[in-house]
């Protein structure tokens, strides 16, 4: 499946998608990691061989590459009917604020709309003040808030915090 990508002087081509396999996972790894190092508040890395491969146990990952096969995004998907989940959404640091992650979080609604989902939920990390206002644009409305259970620890200091959960219909 291909969607036009955004223009912008790093590219220009469209972006093709398709499900990522546990071959893809060593590419995936330092990618998520490099999208994520905003995220200061934990201990070590955002994933991990062994944590990815939890995920693709329980869901899909969504592969954007460009024309050349570079690995441009990519974002979790879970099937949990009639709702699917969303998550872990990463675009390459250098290709970012190109409007690939607004493309790549569609076509994960369209995937699970496809898979017979009615609605899709989010979570974002409440100290992420900056993506609520986003995933508003996008149509996500809050409709919880859940205890933030990190994969690893909180780095010394930081207070616990929440999960924001944002939903949309498909």
């Not at 024309?67 to 949990?80: C, D, V």
């Amino acid at each position: 499946m291909t969607h036009p990508a955004s223009t912008n002087s790093q590219s220009a081509s469209p972006l093709h998608f398709r499900l990522a396999t546990e071959a893809d996972i060593p590419r995936l790894v330092p990618m998520i990691n490099a999208a994520f190092l905003v995220e200061t508040f934990l201990e070590g890395t955002r994933t991990d061989v062994e944590r990815l491969t939890v995920y693709f146990r329980k869901g899909e990952f969504l592969l954007a590459e460009d024309a050349s096969g570079q690995l441009i995004g990519s974002i979790y998907t879970e099937l949990r009917l009639p709702r699917g989940y969303l998550g872990m959404l990463a675009i390459d640091p250098a290709r970012q604020r190109s409007g690939h992650g607004s493309t790549l979080l569609a076509t994960g609604e369209e995937h699970l709309r496809n898979k017979g989902c009615t609605a899709v939920d989010i979570s974002v990390i409440e100290w992420r003040t900056e993506l609520p206002p986003i995933y508003r644009k996008l149509g996500y409305v809050e409709t919880g808030l859940q205890d933030f259970q990190p994969s690893q620890k909180l780095k010394p200091g930081v207070p616990p915090c929440r999960i924001i959960v944002m939903s949309k219909p498909l």
